[in-house]
């Protein structure tokens, strides 16, 4: 039976929450269609701790999936697998006709499946021999992207997905982390392991031109490209947030301006309204951690408020609009997460607790429903009034 959730007085409760399949995996991604209405998510599990590895010794096949509901809690379908580990990420198109997952079958195995919302049939599917990081689709899922060893983009005729065009990193052993598409899924944005950040052209389904910028140390932990295609902003493990300008990028990309986060030692997630002009990002703290919010001023980033986390965050988003902004807390496993939801004028709206890490928390684009996941095994549907 769906579990019942008490009304609090913080405003900030769930509508609904569900669990997938099983009461021991993690939700480590959820999406929401642009209207609230289709939130999708995967279940995904590993033994993290001192001394794991993902290799074949510590492989145990697992049930795991990727399922989708509506604004309702309605289960609208499921589809259900054997992996290792499962569903590392999800997206869903805008337009809420297209669904995609992503992560790992087995020690050498990875994946990425394609759905058609409508029906729940998986229409595509595609290995790799590495863990799929993430997936990001544009407006109305005629192209999909993915990072794993590679960047590959998916393009769709009709109802048929064809085999993906490949970009190899910029450096050799290096792998994708990080991406992202803009609407119109022209521009894509991605980010590495080893610090490099890409923007490149997507030519009708063919990679057209790159820019590349490295970090001098460290790892890019997340990137977002705006709807309109005019700013990329991106997560590093510094404490700086980075900003960089699409219009007329060459071989060679530099941040339009660069924004330290007081107090972080690692920026974990950022997010960008649709025109590129109010950016959310996340990072570590000592005890806890922060959340910003910055507007762009073309060459300088002003920031407008911050306000502390209770543990280390993990995600950031905002709507279409930048009217709320959105975080997800909790580290390390085991110990309790959090929710939480902002007015754009830095207003807190709602904290709501889980009972384990919560790492995904995405606000529709319109700003009316949020879907958010939790290492608690459930998906949490806030309606945004």
């Known amino acids: 039976m769906p579990k019942k959730t008490t009304k609090t007085k913080n405003g900030l409760t769930p509508k609904w929450k569900r669990s997938p399949e099983s009461n021991d995996q993690y939700v480590n991604s959820v999406a929401i269609s642009s209207d609230g209405k289709t939130v999708v998510a995967g279940s995904y ?29 309605k289960t609208l379908w499921k589809d259900v697998f054997q992996a290792t580990e499962g569903v590392y990420w999800v997206a869903i198109s805008r337009d809420g006709q297209w669904a995609a997952s992503c992560g790992r079958l087995g020690p050498a195995e990875g994946f990425i499946y394609i759905y058609n919302v409508a029906s729940g049939q998986r229409v595509f599917s595609y290995s790799t021999k590495v863990r799929v990081n993430m997936v990001a689709f544009s407006q109305d899922g005629l192209y999909l992207v993915a990072g794993a060893d590679n960047t590959y983009l998916f393009s769709r005729s009709g109802s048929i997905w064809g085999q993906p065009q490949k970009l190899a990193p910029i450096t050799t052993h290096d792998s994708v982390i990080a991406v992202s598409v803009s609407g119109d899924g022209q521009l894509i944005g991605n980010g590495t392991f080893h610090g490099s950040v890409n923007l490149i052209e997507n030519n009708t389904g063919s990679f057209g031109a790159v820019g590349s910028w490295q970090m001098p140390s460290g790892a890019i932990r997340w990137v977002a490209v705006s709807f309109d295609g005019s700013a990329l902003a991106v997560a590093a493990s510094d404490s700086n947030l980075r900003y960089f300008s699409t219009a007329g990028f060459g071989s060679s990309i530099s941040p339009a301006w660069t924004a330290p986060m007081t107090g972080c030692k690692d920026v974990r997630s950022v997010s960008v309204c649709d025109d590129g002009s109010i950016v959310s990002a996340v990072g570590n703290a000592t005890g806890g951690g922060k959340l910003f919010l910055f507007a762009s001023q073309g060459t300088s980033g002003k920031m407008l408020w911050s306000h502390p986390t209770v543990h280390s965050p993990n995600s950031t988003s905002i709507d279409s609009s930048a009217k709320f902004v959105t975080a997800a807390d909790g580290y390390p496993d085991g110990k309790p997460g959090d929710f939480y939801l902002f007015k754009a004028d830095g207003t807190k709206v709602g904290r709501y607790k889980t009972a384990n890490m919560s790492w995904p928390m995405q606000i529709s684009s319109d700003g009316s429903g949020i879907a958010a996941g939790s290492d608690d095994s459930y998906i949490y549907y806030f309606a945004v009034k």
């Open 45 to 73: 599990f590993f033994q993290y701790g001192a001394g794991a590895k993902h290799n074949p010794a510590d492989a145990k096949l697992l049930t795991v999936g990727t399922f989708a509901w509506n604004a309702t809690g």
